[in-house]
DNA sequence: CACATTATTCTCATTGTGAGAATAACGCCA
DNA sequence: TGGCGTTATTCTCACAATGAGAATAATGTG
């Protein structure tokens, strides 16, 4: 059904979560609307009918550490203290202050790429998202009170979404399923830009190489390219048979550490 | 509504999957019934209204490997060594010998306690456990064709079981959650055997407690027990901080090489 | 009091990980 | 044509994590 609809032919598919919240119908009665989630990955596609590419960040800019620290987070940490602030009790000031620390970091802990979602619900619980107000049956504006960097969308389509990156951001390192999003053939730095783009960070290139490598995950095609700039770099291809040999391997990461 | 039910406290509770295979409806029309299923985990209880206990090896013994390897692995290796001989190509004979070394394992590799609902789909579709005649409308009796050792359950429960424990070996993998089955307080061995409960395989003792203790999952309690004969074993306790503290910390046991 | 039993602590070889230096091979441009 | 910027690729090394087993400790039992 999604292949007609789009005209993208799909890779891997899982389904990814049954949603059934409150705020699902608009209309507030007390029906409730069930969806259905399924995370499916294509492979790049010129241009597709009504699908069309979007850049994840655009929801999430806090997401992407690629190019270091983002700002945002600054803001986004400014206005969680003064949430952790307007706590009832000393207890609650507590769990909040903690919470925020074991989602977004601190000096201590280091960043952590998966749990997009509970980022994202930390911000919607904080009303520092539009949802949240809207959700209130509030009306706009509410600019003073929110984030305005990162997109809303309708409905919960935003926690959907969150939900999906955290799973995708969990699921490439224990299995091969990055390659679905890779041509046939392709050079190492490539694989790594690509899976430094789906967790947000960046990742050292001789070790990325080593790991690759050292699981058997790719296997030379003898071609290389010059469209990398620099020294030609090599042409390889996903070994399709570590997918019937074995289970577990996937691209493990510098894992957060403590 | 569970705990209404069962009167049992539920501690920890995920959304599973959801259900809608054709096999859910015995009727064999083309309505699907979903089933959203959920997995909790409880203390354990005496007795408990309708819930009652269950080993759930009733139904899948050859998960568990705790006393070394199982004699129905045997003879289920053979009977899938049959079913692989009775494919159509010789392409088609390869994929599922490789299917099954990947998830029954061999001399090669060794034994993976995760993949619990792909070794029962393999079963299901080689029709070497009663589901896979039943569903197609075949009258029993199939004794000859399937593996006896195992309880069969009706519908399509004993998948979703099999997700269940897949989801649940996974899980205390990278986060706390065996301690929402034990008690208060507890020896470092009976934890360890509530581990191995779960996964099926038996762990080194001195290198599990090495590792619960550096991860800082449990505290002294002061108290010692003598119950588990021998030497008294000191009583610790969950350190409840650490799910305020980090989100990763599970028991990484001795993951599945190569 | 020797012994079986379980708990607990140590040791050690081996592997895996994180970080950085060093080297290679291009295009570009003066 | 040679220096330079750029990316690719290979090496090295310190250090942490892991798997396995030995050694030691503290009970109850016969």
Same mark, same amino acid.
């Given at each position: 059904w999604v292949e007609a609809q789009t005209s993208q032919k799909l890779g891997y598919v899982e389904q990814l979560y049954t949603f059934g919240d409150r705020y699902r119908d608009p209309g507030g009665s007390d029906l409730r609307s069930l969806s259905i989630g399924y995370l499916a990955l294509v492979q790049e596609a010129g241009d597709a009918g009504v699908a069309e590419w979007r850049d994840w960040y655009r929801y999430f800019?806090?997401?992407?550490?690629? /190019? /270091?620290?983002?700002?945002?987070v600054n803001r986004i940490l400014g206005r969680l203290k003064k949430w952790t602030q307007e706590a009832g009790t000393g207890a609650e000031k507590r769990l909040r202050e903690a919470r925020v620390r074991r989602t977004f970091g601190s000096t201590q802990l280091p960043w952590n790429d998966e749990p997009v979602l509970e980022r994202y619900e930390l911000l919607y619980e904080a009303r520092l998202v539009p949802e949240a107000h809207r959700d209130r049956g509030m009306k706009a504006p509410w600019s003073a009170e929110v984030i305005n960097e990162g997109d809303p969308m309708i409905a919960d389509h935003r926690r959907i979404l969150a939900t999906a990156i955290s799973r995708l951001r969990g699921k490439i390192k224990y299995r091969p399923v990055v390659f679905e999003l890779m041509p046939p053939t392709f050079p190492l730095g490539q694989l790594q830009a690509t899976v430094e783009a789906l967790s947000g960070v960046r990742l050292h290139k001789p070790n990325f190489r080593r790991l690759v490598e050292g699981l058997g995950l790719v296997e030379e095609t003898g071609q290389t390219t %010059?469209? %990398? /700039?620099g020294r030609p770099a090599r042409l390889v291809q996903f070994r399709r048979e570590v997918l019937i040999e074995r289970l577990a391997p996937g691209l493990r990461l510098p894992i957060a550490k403590l």
């Open positions: 800019p806090w997401e992407d550490w690629r /190019g /270091g620290r983002p700002e945002v %010059t469209k %990398t /700039g």
